[in-house]
């Protein structure tokens, strides 16, 4: 199986980065190379040396080495970066073509590469340059349309909530986050989801939601060629081509952070279907709470590790309490009505065994019984 490679923000730097690929290339044969951050100097910086890196890039000067893709970065590209590449299709030169600001290919090798890139420009509908340097989440959207999964995902910004429940450590400024993006990366599943950033960042692997064997994704973000911190600006992966999920999760899996339910929409839902059957309303006020806990109470803990929010219905001793109520709000707001009654939500053995599997994966964390085995 060939390997291919990631690279992050090469910044202007064509000869000496292209140079380093080449000598790496010439021993690993690699099948194609992602450049996922800014392809050039930024236009509003760029001294005469980058400019001059540039112009020999365009004249054939600067040799690249293998089938390279690019992604749009943060910034816009020069002016005559664009010329050329609305002339020839999108490829600028000989092995280097850009992905654009929203794309959806599939390489000569097999590969489905999705990528969306530039800065976030909202939610709107506008017109878009196909070079430009943002996107909209119409833009996230449809990139993914008519698609089921993908074998690498390519984005400037960050999923939303992609560091919640990892262990990972990002140690500069935080990245651009967006929904949309998480959304695309829930949608496709990728196996690998990539993207650049000041520093390098390797999320834990995180599983899908779906049925067994589930998906597995790897997000990688790739700090800037000769990065003053030494920190990793390439990385080398393989695959085959749409292969199917993996049937064991690798070790440090855990469950996706791009889907769990947003605790406002948590509290609207009980607060809705408590209006809905007439049930006496949540008390949300500390003081308050504590005087309805005195007697019988219905209790809701919406907890995460920013924020722990509580809310209590008080219940009276003739008041008909169905205890299927959390049960149901959980069902609606996880898409999920048909499983409302523990009845419905039978399975076959294997089904259990798995998901038994999954979560003590996932809760191993949390065990402090297995403390002692690692230490004997």
């Not at 949309?180 to 692997?205: G, M, N, Q, V, W």
């Not at 003081?287 to 008080?314: C, H, Q």
């Not at 053995?349 to 403390?371: N, Q, R, Y």
Request: with cysteine; charged share 25%.
């Amino acid at each position: 199986m060939r390997y291919s490679v990631v690279i992050g923000a090469v910044n202007g730097k064509f000869s000496e980065m292209f140079a380093k690929l080449a000598t790496l290339h010439a021993k690993q044969n690699f099948a194609f190379a992602i450049i996922a951050g800014d392809l050039c100097a930024n236009i509003g910086t760029a001294a005469d040396a980058d400019r001059e890196e540039l112009a020999k890039l365009l004249r054939g000067d600067i040799t690249v080495p293998l089938s390279t893709y690019f992604a749009l970065g943060g910034q816009s590209l020069p002016v005559e970066v664009v010329d050329i590449l609305e002339k020839n299709e999108g490829e600028l030169c000989p092995n280097l073509s850009v992905f654009g600001r929203k794309a959806s290919i599939k390489t000569s090798d097999g590969f489905r590469i999705v990528a969306v890139g530039g800065a976030h420009a909202g939610s709107g509908d506008q017109v878009v340059p196909q070079y430009a340097a943002y996107y909209t989440d119409s833009d996230a959207q449809a990139v993914g349309k008519g698609l089921t999964n993908a074998d690498i995902v390519v984005t400037s910004d960050w999923p939303a909530h992609i560091r919640d429940g990892g262990k990972s450590q990002y140690t500069v400024a935080s990245p651009a986050e967006t929904e949309s993006i998480a959304d695309l990366c829930t949608s496709l599943k990728p196996r690998y989801h990539f993207s650049a950033s000041e520093a390098f960042y390797e999320r834990e692997p995180f599983f899908h939601n779906g049925p067994t064997p589930r998906s597995v994704t790897r997000f990688i973000s790739l700090a800037p060629y000769g990065n003053s911190a030494k920190q990793k600006w390439i990385y080398a992966f393989s695959l085959e081509p749409s292969a199917d999920a993996p049937q064991n999760l690798p070790p440090g899996c855990t469950a996706s952070p791009l889907t769990s339910i947003k605790k406002r929409l948590v509290e609207a839902g009980f607060d809705q279907e408590a209006a809905n059957l007439n049930y006496p309303k949540f008390v949300k006020g500390f003081k308050d709470m504590e005087e309805i806990e005195e007697g019988n109470y219905f209790k809701v803990t919406i907890w995460s590790e920013a924020l722990r929010k509580e809310m209590v219905m008080p219940l009276d001793g003739d008041f008909r309490f169905d205890l299927q109520f959390g049960r149901r709000v959980l069902g609606k707001l996880l898409g999920l009505e048909q499983r409302t009654h523990w009845k419905d939500c039978a399975q076959t053995v294997g089904e259990e065994t798995a998901d038994a599997e999954v979560f003590k994966e996932v809760f191993k964390k949390f065990d402090f019984g297995l403390e002692g085995e690692e230490e004997l």
